[in-house]
Nanobody, 133 residues
């Protein structure tokens, strides 16, 4: 079992930045990978970014060039630096982990994207991000 807790959500104006953190506890000795997902009201949960145990990163198109995922395995912590935030980024952001590394998958266009939410076993409770115009 892996427990996940997110930190760092909040309210910012358009163009602003936020840094989310996710701390893992429990069976963190396993070779797990993890990622960030988000869900806006009335929308399906979607992948934002993922990072594999070896540090390989995967991004959704909406995150490329604006968001950066990173990890500190010694601290069992994953981060999501979000820059140039837009109102369309408003959502509940979730941290998720899985022991089936990697957490990314290659699309037909050879881009590396986060695996779908249904592939992830462990989830945090979420942290709200609100971006106002």
């Amino acid at each position: 079992q892996v427990q996940l807790v997110e930190y760092g959500g909040g309210s910012v104006q358009s163009g602003g930045s936020l840094r989310l953190s996710c701390v893992a506890s429990g069976n963190t000795n396993s070779r797990y990978c993890w990622g960030w997902f988000r869900q806006a009201p009335g929308q399906e949960r979607e992948g934002v970014a993922a990072i594999d145990a070896d540090g390989s990163t995967a991004y959704a198109d909406s995150a490329k060039g604006r968001f950066t995922i990173s990890q500190d395995r010694a601290k069992n912590t994953m981060y999501l630096q979000m820059n140039s935030l837009q109102p369309s980024d408003t959502a509940m952001y979730y941290c998720a982990a899985d022991t089936e590394d990697p957490c990314g998958v290659y699309n037909d266009d050879y881009t590396y994207r986060p695996r779908p939410p249904s592939d992830f076993t462990y989830w945090g409770q979420g942290t709200q991000v609100t971006v106002s115009s």
